[in-house]
């Protein structure tokens, strides 16, 4: 039988997971909130997707109708309809909402914007699928987090340590986010170290990492600059540490002079080029050219799609958590095959 999946929260992240899980065979949407009828609401029609509202309340409820749409029902409806709920509403919501879940005895799949405490458990498809099987509640780490994951879990695994200093260049808002522009200046993030690096070791503690952060007058990407203290004898060349970052899953490996990708403008001119919805690119994009290593030291940059890497991640974490596939590797192509048949991307 397909899991029953409802969203909570249908914005930027919401509707990306809504549409990677509708696309896998042994999952269903079986319902989306929002807050109120607003322009979201009308890509849930569209798709389909049972519309509920974030509230019980029966007056928010009503408004729905008021405002042109069909609504089954409140949010706890929708919950007794559902197996697993994914919480994609904005971050610091998580406390109230799991309350919420536990009493309906519905597993969570929370997001990068809740802490770790929540749940005590975060989720990384290539960091610890096997150490969420079965649980109750996780959160699937932030977009940064889950883009060091791709690279630096590989990295550990061929090396067995690892000691990493990063700097996180951010994007300021997301490319809907109007309300936070217009925007001319570089932000230094004066919390130091950022939040991002040590989010890692909440999925894989065993690698020892600090990270800057300064946001930047873009929305489309975040770029990472980092710099891996390997161990002595690790045996890699910086022919062997790109190969390793080729060979992984949800990695793009490319040559930036040859193939003229030298900024994110054209890794996204590329991400829209490969058709999936949204013009997304769920891989992390590896500078081929921006890899070397000296000594046991090695740098490279990567750039990751905000608003989208972490959407199969969800998909693999809603599988951990049913325990449904135990095998990251496996999970993680299931979802992957499913969504590139579902948009036909090229
Ligand atoms: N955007 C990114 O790049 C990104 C990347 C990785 C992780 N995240 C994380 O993903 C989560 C969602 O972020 P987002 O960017 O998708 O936010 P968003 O675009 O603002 O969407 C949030 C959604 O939650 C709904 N909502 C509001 N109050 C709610 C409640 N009490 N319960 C449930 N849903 C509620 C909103 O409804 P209405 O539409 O009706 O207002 C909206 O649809 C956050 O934890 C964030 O940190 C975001």
Not at 76 to 103: F, I, Q, W
Not at 111 to 131: F, I, K, M, R, V
């Amino acid at each position: 039988m397909a899991t029953r999946v409802a969203i909570n929260g249908f914005g930027t992240i919401g509707k990306r997971v809504a549409d990677a899980v509708a696309a896998q065979a042994d999952m269903e949407i079986v319902g989306v909130t929002k807050t109120g009828p607003s322009f979201g609401c009308e890509l849930a029609v569209r798709r389909g997707f049972p519309l509920y509202c974030t509230s019980d309340d029966a007056g928010r409820v009503a408004a729905f109708s008021e405002g042109g749409y069909e609504c089954a029902g409140g949010l706890s409806e929708l919950l007794a309809a559902a197996d697993v709920v994914v919480d994609c509403s904005p971050g610091k919501m998580g406390a109230e909402n799991l309350t919420k879940y536990r009493k309906a005895g519905v597993k969570a799949v929370f997001q990068g914007g809740e802490p770790h405490a929540l749940t005590g458990l975060s989720y990384s498809s290539s960091a610890n699928h096997d150490a969420n099987l079965g649980a109750d509640a996780t959160r699937v780490v932030s977009c940064n987090t889950t883009g060091l994951s791709r690279t630096l879990v590989p990295l550990w695994e061929a090396c067995r340590s690892l000691a990493v200093e990063c700097t996180m260049i951010r994007r300021a808002a997301d490319p809907g986010d109007s309300g936070k522009g217009p925007i001319n200046a570089i932000k230094p993030v004066l919390k130091v170290p950022s939040h991002h690096g040590p989010d890692l070791m909440t999925v894989r503690p065993e690698i020892s990492i600090n990270s800057l952060a300064v946001a930047v007058p873009t929305t489309i990407m975040h770029v990472h600059a980092i710099v891996a203290t390997l161990p002595s004898g690790h045996g890699l060349t910086t022919d062997a540490a790109v190969e390793l970052f080729r060979a992984q899953p949800r990695v793009i490996v490319m040559h930036g002079g040859d193939s003229r990708i030298t900024t994110t403008a054209e890794v996204m001119e590329m991400a829209r080029d490969i058709g999936r919805r949204w013009g997304d690119l769920h891989e992390i994009f590896v500078w081929e050219d921006g890899v070397k290593l000296v000594g046991d030291t090695l740098y490279y940059f990567q750039a990751i799609h905000q608003e989208s890497d972490v959407v199969p991640e969800n998909v693999d974490a809603i599988r951990a958590l049913t325990g449904s596939e135990a095998d990251w590797r496996a999970s993680v192509a299931q979802t992957d095959a499913a969504i590139a048949a579902a948009h036909g991307s090229a």
